[in-house]
């Protein structure tokens, strides 16, 4: 099992800079593949970045290319989403995800089989 808490959300103007932070319990993180996703009301959850067990590979929504970067450290349990040159259409509530099955750098919020409550992030114009 492992149990993911998100951190880090908040209001920002447009342009400006948020890192969200994702907390997991589990001896078993550092073998996992680690996502986030976000959800902005009345719309489907939508894929934003995945990094592999190791940090080595990563991979992003092409919306969010050049502005977000996910990190992770294994050593503290911790995975982290960078949010630079905000823009309002990036207001959403955040959730970070757990894939067991490392390696996939999957897109598909069905690959994650742990989910935490998620952050709320609200970018003013």
């Known amino acids: 099992q492992v149990q993911l808490v998100e951190s880090g959300g908040g209001l920002v103007q447009a342009g400006g800079s948020l890192r969200l932070s994702c907390a997991a319990s589990?001896?078993?993180?550092?073998?996992?593949?680690m996502a986030w996703f976000r959800q902005a009301p009345g719309k489907e959850r939508e894929f934003v970045a995945v990094?592999?067990?190791?940090?080595?590979?990563?991979y992003s929504a092409d919306s969010v290319k050049g502005r977000f970067t996910i990190s992770r450290d294994n050593a503290e349990n911790t995975v982290y989403l960078s949010m630079n040159s905000l823009k309002p259409e990036d207001t959403a509530v955040y959730y970070c995800?757990?894939?067991?099955?490392?390696?996939?750098?999957?897109?598909?919020?069905?690959?994650?089989?742990?989910w935490g409550q998620g952050t709320q992030v609200t970018v003013s114009s």
């Open positions: 990094i592999n067990w190791s940090g080595g590979s990563t």
């Open positions: 995800a757990a894939d067991p099955s490392s390696g996939r750098l999957s897109p598909h919020s069905y690959a994650y089989n742990y």
């Open positions: 589990g001896r078993t993180f550092s073998r996992y593949d």
